[in-house]
């Protein structure tokens, strides 16, 4: 069996390994079956071990290995662009009861991680997340998100421009909204310690274990592998997201078309010296702005700061990202100088068109969503629990799982060949002051 190479993060050169789990031998029994080993999965997988299902989880790479181990590790307890009174609106009150699981998604996260004990594997720290105003005009969309999610008794409160000069150590900004519910994680951490304690509870995880297909027999679903075995379950939960057609493109294209995999480019700094760190960012918060051509950053627990960032064409994309990256802490933190990236990593994340993420029930027991549009880490952790919820048996108008059927784009191929050039739109509108 040979060891799965995982890209070349930051994440992946100081988290220990666990050991590789073995593939799939034989045909298998199980009450739910999951379909991929991210957050979604592992979190899905441990809240129906946890209820004393017998759960069997097939991850076709190792844990961790896509999106889920790749992120900025940024705990954002808000989608990009849908609001919470857009979400009650399109989905009544299914939406409004995902509005509360958006909103409660980082304490979802952070709780779990200390329940199971997986709080220093995962380098966890609620310490908050920052969202700045990148123009005064963006002061009133940070003011209006503010008082959006106060409307359902969430911790927003916004920071005037001195305040925010104070938490980032900068006057680069021009205020924000602050949630002390955020934080960040270690991510491929906490893929590899959610996937510990599942298995401490019961779960079996097999992984390189690609996934070929399923189908219905009775009451039953039955997955089938690509070595040719099968695995007969009463639950189902597909949790491959913006890797959906990547692995296996026949798995479920209908599905994988309602998404454009969008490559994110994740790197990390040098760690940064004491006496600088002390005027940057001191209280270690989350940062994520309010440009749609976006400037993120947060610490690690080695003190690097961990950012990214998106340029458009395909040459020597790497250096070109991790130049632009450096170039935009430089010019918020000058006493940074350009700072040289250690690490530069990119992976896929599932961009729907109007940034809403997609809730689909496959069958009767069977769920899976998809669109994470850039916030999957806090999201992923609590649908996954809510997905487990529901084949519990739970009742469905108790759930946060606002349900649609998948609607595959038009011109699927087109769409992912001028996704890079949405960079440029999200550029010009950045220009524009909020009105």
């Not at 809403?356 to 069958?363: S, W």
């Amino acid at each position: 069996m040979a060891d799965v190479v995982f890209p070349d993060s930051i994440w992946a050169a100081v988290t220990p390994r666990l050991p590789q789990a073995p593939p799939l031998a034989s045909d298998a029994e199980a009450d739910a079956v999951v379909i991929g080993a991210g957050f979604t999965g592992l979190s899905a997988a441990l809240e129906l071990a946890r209820a004393g299902q017998r759960v069997l989880l097939l991850e076709a790479q190792a844990v961790g290995w896509g999106a889920s181990g790749r992120n900025n590790g940024q705990v954002i307890p808000t989608l990009t662009a849908a609001e919470p009174r857009a979400m009650a609106e399109r989905w009544g009150a299914a939406g409004e009861r995902f509005v509360r699981l958006v909103g409660g998604s980082a304490d979802t996260l952070f709780d779990i991680a200390r329940r199971e004990g997986i709080e220093a594997e995962a380098e966890a720290e609620q310490t908050g997340w920052f969202q700045p105003a990148h123009s005064p005009g963006r002061v009133r969309l940070s003011r209006a998100r503010v008082e959006a999610w106060q409307h359902y008794g969430f911790p927003a409160r916004l920071l005037d421009r001195e305040e925010t000069a104070a938490l980032l150590g900068t006057d680069f900004w021009y205020g924000g909204m602050l949630n002390p519910t955020g934080g960040h994680i270690n991510p491929l951490g906490l893929a590899r310690g959610l996937a510990r304690a599942a298995a401490a509870h019961g779960a079996v995880i097999h992984e390189t274990t690609p996934v070929a297909g399923w189908s219905r027999d009775g009451d039953r679903w039955i997955v089938r592998t690509a070595s040719g075995h099968k695995v007969r379950a009463r639950h189902m939960i597909l949790a491959t997201n913006a890797y959906t057609g990547e692995l296996v493109p026949r798995l479920a294209r209908k599905l994988a078309q309602t998404i454009v995999p969008v490559l994110s480019w994740q790197m990390s700094t040098d760690p940064i010296p004491d006496e600088l760190r002390a005027g940057i960012l001191p209280g270690r918060q989350a940062v994520s702005d309010t440009r749609g051509d976006l400037r993120f950053f947060r610490y690690d627990a080695r003190n690097r700061l961990i950012t990214g960032g998106a340029v458009m064409g395909r040459r020597d994309m790497a250096r070109r990202v991790a130049d632009k990256a450096a170039r935009s802490l430089a010019e918020a933190y000058p006493q940074l100088g350009t700072p040289r990236m250690s690490h530069v990593w990119s992976g896929y994340i599932g961009m729907t068109w109007d940034r809403f993420p997609r809730i689909h029930q496959l069958g009767p027991d069977a769920w899976t969503w998809i669109g994470c549009n850039g916030r999957g880490v806090a999201l992923g952790v609590a649908l996954g629990r809510e997905m487990a919820r529901a084949v519990s048996g739970i009742a469905l108008d108790t759930l946060a799982l606002p349900l649609s059927e998948p609607r595959p784009l038009p011109f699927h191929s087109f769409a992912r060949r001028i996704a890079p050039n949405y960079l440029a739109w999200m550029r010009r509108k950045d220009l524009q002051e909020m009105k």
